[in-house]
């Protein structure tokens, strides 16, 4: 632990790398928190009976897939996403209310571990832009969160058990790393 610890000391000696961590991590904390309560929130939905999701994703295929959206979407995006909504996750939105509430409490833990916060802020990423269609526009700010925490998700987990993980050589998502970048890194160090 402490040759992770000079590790880390060295690499913050820079003032612009020390910025960066300082303020990722303590954003990607608060931002986690965030997420955790939201889930920690929605575990009622698990035993209520109700169907929670189910307004919300029908909020979101009027937004997306109305006549006035449809007409601007060359490559069909819209459409065959409010069909996959309509006929997946509104089929069965039970499991898609025990999904939101796993995934958020899961992106919430990730963050405040500073574990995979790259995958995890593309979840984010993804499930706030849902949210955003179906009318909750209280998520445009985690939007731009989730997108500079995947810009600087090295800075960001690096006083977390990623940062710690690498230092140890361990890289857990090394196998959904794209192959091109894996062969320039490994032309840069030789």
């Given at each position: 632990m402490?040759s992770?610890?000079?590790?880390?000391?060295?690499?913050?000696?820079?003032?612009k790398?020390?910025?960066?961590?300082l303020?990722f991590t303590v954003a990607?904390?608060?931002?986690?928190?965030?997420w955790l309560?939201s889930?920690?929130?929605?575990?009622?939905?698990?035993?209520?009976g109700k169907l929670?999701?189910?307004g919300?994703?029908t909020a979101m295929?009027?937004n997306?897939?109305?006549?006035?959206v449809?007409?601007?979407?060359p490559?069909m995006?819209?459409k065959?996403?409010?069909?996959i909504?309509?006929?997946?996750?509104?089929?069965?939105?039970?499991?898609t209310d025990?999904?939101?509430?796993?995934f958020?409490?899961?992106?919430?833990?990730?963050m405040i571990?500073g574990?995979g916060v790259?995958w995890?802020?593309l979840?984010a990423?993804?499930?706030?832009?849902?949210?955003?269609?179906?009318?909750?526009?209280?998520?445009?700010?985690?939007?731009?969160t989730?997108?500079?925490?995947?810009n600087?998700a090295k800075h960001?987990?690096?006083?977390g058990l990623?940062?710690?993980?690498?230092?140890?050589?361990?890289?857990i998502?090394s196998f959904?790393q794209?192959?091109?970048?894996?062969?320039?890194?490994t032309?840069?160090?030789?």
């Open positions: 402490n992770y610890v000079n590790e880390v000391k060295d690499q913050l000696k820079d003032w790398v020390a910025t960066l961590v303020i990607r904390v608060v931002y986690g928190l965030a309560k889930g920690w929130g929605k575990l009622a939905w698990l035993s209520d929670n999701s189910a919300k994703i295929i009027t997306i897939a109305g006549p006035e449809a007409r601007f979407d490559l995006i819209n065959i996403f409010a069909s909504s309509q006929n997946i996750f509104l089929g069965m939105p039970g499991v025990a999904l939101v509430v796993v958020e409490i899961g992106v919430g833990l990730a571990l574990f790259f995890a802020a979840v990423l993804f499930m706030n832009t849902q949210f955003i269609a179906g009318g909750s526009f209280n998520n445009f700010g985690y939007i731009w989730n997108v500079a925490v995947m600087f960001t987990e690096l006083l990623s940062g710690y993980l690498k230092f140890k050589g361990i890289n998502f959904i794209p192959r091109i970048n894996r062969d320039i890194a032309q840069t160090v030789k």
